[in-house]
């Protein structure tokens, strides 16, 4: 575990002799299609995957790879511009270290964005839900020795998604206009979408929106200390099943992309107010 500790360290240490004075305090995890609003960055610092010690390599289809630090609005962010998935192979320990390595640059707050597929039957293609709570059916990122510096052996997750970011967005939303959702994510291991069965069976079990990433992410930043805001871009309707009815990535990126800008105002006003 020494060791682990020293790659995050490494990790860390690189980062900021790449990000110069630069030193922010929200990260932000851009998922599936959703890559585009590290545009919205500017006087921006981009380091790629490749270049940072120990970190994994992007592979999934619409994650760039690249760790961006730069100004949005009048504060400066960290944002990774794809994520890690135990689909592509990698362990739980890989998806999640660059939490915290985060941890270690001084990141106090977290936004995870993806790509979802709606369960609950009132969402549409092109929705944004705030998550306000997840359903982990993945394996837990903490097994294992516990690493004392970062988190205690049993964290509470009983807010696990800060509940005054999602009253500051809700805030932000009804003043712009901006229509929201608001429910549970469901986190799977991927990379097969879901069986009809499967949609009815998490919806019944609380579910309104279900994926393959995040909460990984977000039970480590929990674990760290960090506060969380949680966005999913409702990219196909689980619920419907027509007889030519397929789950296809491109419409999923497709539908993503559209709701990139209304995302992206939503986290650079967030940013504004927290800071």
Known sequence: MENLLEQYQEAAGYIRSQIGGYVPETAIILGSGLGSLAGSLTE???????????FARSTAIGHKGNLICGRLGNKTVLAMQGRFHYYEG??????????RVMKLLGIENLF???????????????????????????PNPLIGKNLECFGTRFPDMTRAYDREFIRLVEQIA????????????????????????????????????????TVPEVIVARHCGIRVFGMSVITNEGYHFADDFVNNADDVLEAADRAAGRMSFLFRSLVEKIG
């Open 174 to 213: 009804d003043e712009n206009n901006i229509p929201l959702k608001k429910g549970v994510y469901v986190g799977l291991t991927g990379p097969s979408y879901e069986t009809p069965a499967e949609y009815a069976f998490y919806g019944k079990g609380g579910g309104d929106a279900i994926g393959m990433s």
């Open 44 to 54: 921006t610092v981009s380091i790629p995957y490749t270049g940072i010690p120990h």
């Open 90 to 99: 990698y362990t739980m320990q890989q998806v999640t270290f660059p939490v």
């Open 112 to 138: 995870v964005s993806n790509a979802a597929g709606g369960i609950n039957t009132a969402f549409k293609v092109g929705d944004l839900m705030i998550i306000r709570d997840h359903i982990n059916m993945m």
